[in-house]
Each structure stands twice: as C-alpha cells, then as structure tokens.
C-alpha cells in the first residue's frame, strides 16, 4: 500500500486522464512508477559507484587496459 500527496496541479492532470480514459489514477500513478524506477535505481547506483572513485574505495581503468586485460583489442 502507498500514498502519495501530489500537487493540486498534477492531482487534476493525473483525474483528467482518469477520466478521459476510463482507467483509474492508481493505474497511471503505477505506470508512472514502473516507467521511472529503473532508470532512478541506475542514477543511484551511478552516484554510489562515483563517490566509491572519489573517495579511493574503487578504481577504475581505461577501455584499453580492459580490452588487453580480456583479450578483445581490436
């Protein structure tokens, strides 16, 4: 179960299209979600891997080494 407080504006966008279409605003408010969450876990996941580099908990290493390393240069 989840409930959201959207803004009065997005509130009558999202009862519009409800209406206009015949589907229900929890049926958009998922679709919304399944839309955007894998792209919201890639940013997070982005994020933590950037402050991993910056803080030396990681390294990184040029296409170069990783196409010598696996056998694959060109």
């Given at each position: 179960?989840?409930?959201?407080?959207?803004?009065?504006?997005?509130?009558s966008?999202?009862?519009?299209?409800?209406?206009?279409?015949?589907?229900?605003?929890?049926?958009?408010?998922?679709?919304?979600?399944?839309?955007?969450?894998?792209?919201?876990?890639?940013?997070?996941?982005?994020?933590?891997?950037?402050?991993?580099v910056?803080?030396?908990?990681?390294?990184?290493?040029?296409?170069?080494?990783?196409?010598?390393?696996?056998?694959?240069?060109?």
């Amino acid at each position: 179960m989840l409930a959201i407080r959207l803004p009065v504006e997005i509130e009558s966008r999202l009862q519009a299209l409800a209406t206009a279409t015949g589907r229900t605003k929890t049926f958009y408010a998922r679709e919304a979600i399944l839309e955007h969450l894998d792209h919201l876990e890639d940013i997070y996941l982005a994020e933590q891997r950037l402050a991993d580099v910056r803080s030396g908990r990681s390294q990184t290493i040029t296409l170069e080494e990783l196409e010598r390393q696996y056998g694959v240069e060109d």
